[in-house]
């Protein structure tokens, strides 16, 4: 649950207020280091581009990627459209998406949004109406002032969210997410050692508000702004970690890493093998399995990003040598996507035919999905009737043939992919640490604290921003400080 809240929180950050004379008050003379970032999701490309930013010209940056860049972000094509079918809402206040989107001239395309119904297992307990106010009476009715309560707290703990901004803009980094999270806010690396459900009980929320708690997210994301799906990116999400790329000028390698090992010289040798073409789209996370011993191939680098999940159970990387143990957190949830071009039969969805509900969110963990929902394109269409009927069902196991035949009259095409989405967390969550050796850095860690796009870029600049010190061995490098008012 707490991933749902984080969700919802930077749902709603508020706006950045950032000084608008800085200055640099680093030098930079020294030789160009030799950077590898291994991940070529939103996290490791934002890195590419942060560095590059940072170093202008003078590094050398090699970005490893096993799969198609993008990673979790990406899209399906059925019947000539495209479709997001990993992370996918954005909130036009997320600052660094909207930054990258209009910075690549990528078109935000308008939104499309439909009724949301909370759907209990046995009911809808709560349904949208046209009318906003009418939603808002509902809400009243059913949370009572929690519903006003919710919104002043998260507005209040948004606002210190958003204090990240300025604080990467002047240039501060962390070593741990920990101590990140303690400069927004103290009260958010205190969360994080505690269940939401009882944290939000112990603000005197009821426990009807709390047992749906998703119902909160709805009134962050659908109560709040009159259309969650507000941002689309047109081409999908995955466009602007394509650009990000791009635009550091890193060098791709369509490789696997397997190893990291120190090289004897303070430095880091970085084994890989080649991959199979990443246009086979294989959605699954990562696939270690067939790496041929034969084409493996090291490369020696100064600073080494990891820009991929590390946890206990699932690495496909071996750090070997390395004088520290490093200690990687819990285990990823699996979430199943399912995506259906065909007719739904309302009944089995406990609608009538004349429902006009679109996107039908859980509140009972218990039930065999978590969210059905009916999806617009990505494409620069406009949208219109004549969209094929694309639903998109997220479960935390795969459906069988028989219980999709009951949701649906008619198929005319299924399809499935299995992510591994984020982080399970524990009530005391055990938070890690961006820097794992000097020169060496982990820009997931930060998916302990909340798992997002957002996140991952804020990872980026924290970790970007930590190579960058450390090879000038200056802590204030990148440290920008507002001009003194001249006269
Ligand atoms: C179904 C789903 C829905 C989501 N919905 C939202 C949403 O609505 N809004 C939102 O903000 N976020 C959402 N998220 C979360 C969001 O997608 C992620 O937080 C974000 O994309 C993570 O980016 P990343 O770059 O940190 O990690 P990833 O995208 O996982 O990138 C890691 C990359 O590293 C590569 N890699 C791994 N190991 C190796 C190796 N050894 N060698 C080379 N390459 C390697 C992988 O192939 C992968 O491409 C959702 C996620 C999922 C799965
Ligand atoms: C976390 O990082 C800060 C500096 O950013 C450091 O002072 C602190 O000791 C670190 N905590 C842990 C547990 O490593
Ligand atoms: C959880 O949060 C509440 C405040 O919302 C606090 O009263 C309680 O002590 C916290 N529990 C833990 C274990 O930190
Ligand atoms: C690790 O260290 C051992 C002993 O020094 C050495 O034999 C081995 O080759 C090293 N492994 C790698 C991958 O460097
Ligand atoms: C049905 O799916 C097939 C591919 O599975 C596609 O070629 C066809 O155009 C689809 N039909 C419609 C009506 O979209």
Redesign the pocket.
């Known amino acids: 649950m707490l991933q749902v809240w984080n ?1 919802c929180l ?1 749902g709603l950050l508020t706006q950045v207020r950032t000084s608008k004379a800085l200055r640099d008050v680093s030098g930079f003379d020294t030789a160009p280091p030799k950077i590898a970032i ?7 490309t934002s890195t590419a581009y942060f560095l590059k930013e940072l170093f202008e010209d003078n590094a050398i940056i090699d970005l ?4 198609a860049i993008g ?3 990406a899209t399906l094509p059925i019947a000539g459209y495209n479709y997001e079918v ?5 909130h036009p206040k997320n600052q660094y998406m909207v930054d990258f989107t209009s910075k690549f001239g990528l078109q935000k395309s308008r939104a499309c949004s439909g009724n949301v119904g909370l759907f209990n297992g046995e009911e809808y307990v709560y349904r949208d109406d046209s009318y906003k106010f009418v939603n808002f009476v509902k809400l009243l009715w059913r949370y009572g002032w929690d519903v006003y309560r919710l919104k002043q707290l998260t507005d209040e703990m948004l606002t210190n969210f958003a204090r990240i901004y300025t604080l990467q803009t002047e240039g501060h980094a962390y070593q741990n997410v920990t101590s990140l999270l303690y400069d927004m806010d103290p009260m958010f690396s205190k969360m994080t050692h505690n269940s939401s459900a009882a944290w939000l009980k112990g603000f005197g929320f009821h426990d009807l508000m709390i047992s749906e708690l998703i119902t909160a997210v709805t009134l962050c994301n659908y109560g709040q702004t009159p259309d969650v799906h507000a941002f689309v990116v047109r081409g999908g999400n995955k466009r602007v970690a394509e650009e990000l790329l791009k635009h550091s000028r890193a060098a791709y390698l369509r ?3 397997a190893e990291i090992t120190p090289n004897g010289q303070g430095h880091f040798k970085v084994t890989s093998s080649e991959t199979e073409t990443p246009d086979s789209r294989v959605f699954s ?2 696939n270690p399995s067939n790496i041929a011993d034969s084409d493996l191939r090291s490369q020696d680098y100064d600073i080494v990003v990891i ?3 590390l946890t206990k159970d699932n690495n ?2 071996k750090f070997v040598n390395f004088t520290k143990e490093f200690d990687f957190p819990g285990h990823y949830e699996r ?1 199943i ?1 399912t995506m259906v071009q065909g007719k739904v039969t309302p009944e089995s969805l406990l609608l009538t035919p004349d429902d006009a509900i679109d996107e039908i969110l859980v509140t009972n963990p218990k039930l065999m999905f978590n969210s059905f929902g009916k999806q617009c394109p990505v494409d620069a269409h406009d949208y219109s009737y004549d969209n094929p009927d694309v639903w998109k069902i ?1 479960s935390s196991a795969p459906l069988e043939e028989d219980q999709l035949n009951i949701f649906f009259s008619k198929r005319n095409s299924t399809n499935v992919i299995d ?1 591994l ?2 982080p399970h967390y524990d009530s005391d969550q055990k938070l890690g640490d961006f820097e794992l050796l000097p020169g060496m850095y982990h ?2 860690a930060i ?1 302990w604290a909340g ?6 870029i804020i990872g980026a600049k924290n970790v970007a921003l930590l190579a960058y010190k450390y090879w000038l061995q200056n802590p204030n490098a990148g440290m920008k400080m507002p001009l003194k008012d001249e006269l």
């Not at 798992?451 to 991952?456: F, G, I, V």
């Open positions: 969700l930077l291994i991940g070529g999701g939103i996290g490791g490893y990627e096993s799969g990673g979790r972000l990993g992370g996918s809402i954005i490789r696997l890493v996370e990562e820009a991929a999940p496909n990387i979430i996507c997220f992510w989405a984020y820009v997931n998916e798992s997002a796009m957002e996140m991952s």
